[in-house]
């Protein structure tokens, strides 16, 4: 039976779709019929609520899901005195956000209430970090002293993310900002994934990727870290001319770069009006080791197995081999072996050039 809570937060044309479709809406609250990794999971909302770790591995479990990626939010919301709602969500009004460091400790903590085994379903990484403050690194540097064993990486570092970014206090972040630089060198010295949200353009520019040049900067700055593009530069009222060719370059250009498939690309790009892109299809097969997959949940965990299962249209037009890397084998790769690095003091080693 369909119950209320099920619905939470959906549109109505897809509330209807489901009470229409009888029970074969139940199998798709259950998510994708593919086994994956999630790697696009945000344990907090805009206001660090979080319904908790325990509460994910329930719904991971219902939606089919092996393991997370999981990352916070660097920003929060601020209730404004003159206005006489709460926000839930950094659109809901033009009061401002800002950085909130503390979000880190929010999900270490919940981590570390879970059982052993329920924790390597998890992969937790780092973002509670101004991206345009120098001393963005002392906060990494911290976090892993503080909370040994915990983090796989650090993102997703919210960058070039048009509303966000308008709402936010402070200067302007970008991924090739200088104060980032120290932490593209953390990662490289540690082989640790980043995972980034970086605009490809501004909004309502549609006719080239204004902001594309900054991270082509970064990636032939740091070619040997590996970068996750998420929702591969989309974002709303942003878009490119010729997407699939510019992703295709930049893929082969640069061998560190990885893409997440999450949000809006996959409904307006990849899969418009659900019908997968044969462009795209090629594409994935072609780089098939190099794409993640993700939800893109920002704390309602219940609406994970909705957003998962309309992957199914496009999975199913790949091979084996390239279904099971992007839905697990990719994302198990970038992060299995990267927990306990930093303070085993485990750097990566370079073979001398002569």
Not at 114 to 137: T, V, W
Not at 175 to 188: C, H, R, S, V
Not at 252 to 257: A, D, E, K, M, T
Not at 288 to 310: A, E, P, Y
């Amino acid at each position: 039976m369909l119950e209320k809570q099920h619905f939470l937060g959906l549109q109505e044309s897809r509330i209807q779709e489901i009470v229409q479709s009888g029970n074969s809406a139940l199998e798709s609250l259950g998510g994708s019929k593919y086994p994956m990794i999630d790697a696009h999971v945000h344990a907090v909302n805009f206001l660090q609520e979080t319904p908790g770790f325990r509460n994910l591995i329930v719904h991971m479990d219902q939606a089919n899901i092996q393991k997370s990626v999981v990352f916070w939010l660097p920003v929060t919301k601020q209730w404004s005195e003159y206005e006489r709602e709460a926000p839930e969500y950094y659109l809901d009004d033009d009061s401002e956000c800002y950085y909130y460091s503390a979000t880190d400790t929010i999900v270490a903590e919940e981590y570390k209430k879970l059982d052993p085994e329920s924790q390597k379903r998890l992969y937790p990484l780092m973002c509670g970090f101004n991206p345009a403050d120098k001393h963005a690194i002392k906060h990494i540097e911290r976090m892993y002293a503080l909370y040994p064993d915990v983090w796989s990486g650090i993102g997703e570092i919210l960058l070039r993310h048009d509303d966000l970014t308008l709402l936010t206090n402070g200067d302007v972040p970008r991924i090739n900002n200088k104060a980032l630089y120290p932490i593209f060198q953390f990662a490289d010295a540690y082989d640790l994934p980043i995972s980034i949200h970086q605009n490809i353009s501004t909004t309502w520019i549609a006719d080239r990727p204004k902001y594309l040049h900054e991270l082509e900067e970064i990636l032939r700055e740091f070619p040997r870290v590996k970068m996750i593009f998420c929702h591969c530069g989309i974002s709303r009222r942003v878009y490119a001319p010729f997407y699939k060719k510019m992703i295709e370059r930049l893929l082969l250009q640069y061998p560190g770069l990885h893409i997440d498939y999450s949000w809006i690309i996959f409904d307006e790009i990849i899969c418009k009006g659900g019908i997968p892109d044969p462009e795209w299809i090629e594409l994935t097969e072609r780089f098939s080791t190099r794409i993640l997959i993700g939800s893109d949940v920002i704390g309602n965990f219940h609406k994970i197995g909705v957003i998962n299962h309309r992957y199914d249209v496009f999975l199913e037009c790949l091979s084996e081999e390239t279904r099971q890397n992007i839905c697990i084998n990719n994302a198990e790769r970038l992060f299995s072996g990267t927990r306990g690095r930093v303070e085993s003091g485990k750097k990566r080693v370079y073979p001398n050039i002569i």
